[in-house]
């Protein structure tokens, strides 16, 4: 036997009743319950926003005080260091005005000369290139790649040096010079490859870089390659593996340090990242 229609609504008017009481019932302790929670919440919250203020405040204090000991110091690290040397900057496909602040920055007390200023145009310009040497032997680096490695060889040897070769190849070379080059007693080496590239053009920009750097670390004046902590991707590897002594946190004061002590001669990999040895040189002492 089946259970009548009038037995099955009064069954389900008594289920939906209950339901009905239940909710009242939980929503006026559940109510209390959330209100309650809230509060806690709200107070947890208020005490965490506090905490972090007060820390912020702290660290802010201990920045201002870690900056007014590195503003006194630095000059009396670096005073005279280079006193009369003459210095060039070489960007390998961009140069930043943050790089550009820091190295300004880092030589100002030095007594050092930056006497010139080249940005390697990348890509590299085979065609324009080729077309300014049309007379040298240099006519075919186009089609003969050992020439544009030669080329950058000599650019590189001359630009610290002195030659005529630097200014034969200035426009199509440079995408951006300022100053002049030759007679150098150190060089600054940055790197900061366009996107977009394609894997041909890469390749040619490698090879001119490469040269060009075998060309300035020939002459044995002291060369070094720099970067930002903030730098991606990093190309400390690549002038490592071009013998360069590197600093990765030039727009630190300890990156700047580091960076006068190389071109006073200290050779290394300095800085904070992984492919860094330690922090600093040997400090020169003041005034000796």
């Known amino acids: 036997m089946g259970y009548s229609a009038r037995y099955h609504a009064t069954s389900l008017i008594a289920v939906f009743l209950a339901l009905a009481v239940g909710i009242l019932i939980g929503a006026e302790f559940g109510g209390r319950a959330l209100t309650e929670t809230r509060k806690n919440l709200e107070q947890s919250l208020v005490g965490n926003l506090q905490d972090a203020r007060s820390h912020a405040e702290d660290l802010n204090s201990e920045l201002g005080r870690a900056n007014e000991f590195d503003e006194k110091v630095y000059p009396v690290l670096t005073r005279d260091r280079l006193q009369g ?14 790089i550009t602040s820091a190295v300004e920055d880092a030589l100002g007390p030095t007594g050092a000369k930056l006497v010139g200023v080249g940005v390697v145009r990348e890509p590299v310009n085979t ?21 544009l490695t030669e080329l950058g060889v000599g650019v590189g040897r001359q630009i610290v040096i002195g030659g005529t070769l630097p200014e034969l190849v200035r426009g199509q070379l440079f995408s951006r010079a300022s100053g002049e080059f030759g007679a150098l007693d150190a060089v600054i080496i940055v790197r900061g490859q366009p996107e977009g590239m394609g894997p041909a053009q890469r390749s040619t920009a ?51 340090v580091a960076m006068v002590s190389a071109l006073h001669g ?18 020169l002492t003041p005034g000796g």
């Open 127 to 147: 065609a324009g290139l080729a077309s300014e040497l049309s007379k040298t032997r240099f006519a075919n680096l186009q089609e003969e790649t050992e020439e």
């Open 206 to 256: 490698n090879q001119l870089e490469t040269a060009l750097l075998k060309g300035i670390t020939a002459t044995r004046v002291p060369v070094v390659g720099v970067e930002a902590t903030s730098t991606e991707p990093s190309s400390i590897a690549f002038f490592q593996s071009n013998g360069l002594s590197t600093v990765d946190d030039i727009d630190h004061t300890a990156g700047e």
């Open 85 to 98: 040397k003459r210095v060039a900057v070489i960007a390998l496909g961009g140069l930043s005005s943050e």
């Open 266 to 283: 200290a050779e290394g990999n300095f800085g904070v990242k992984g492919t860094a040895e330690r922090l600093l040189p040997d400090l």
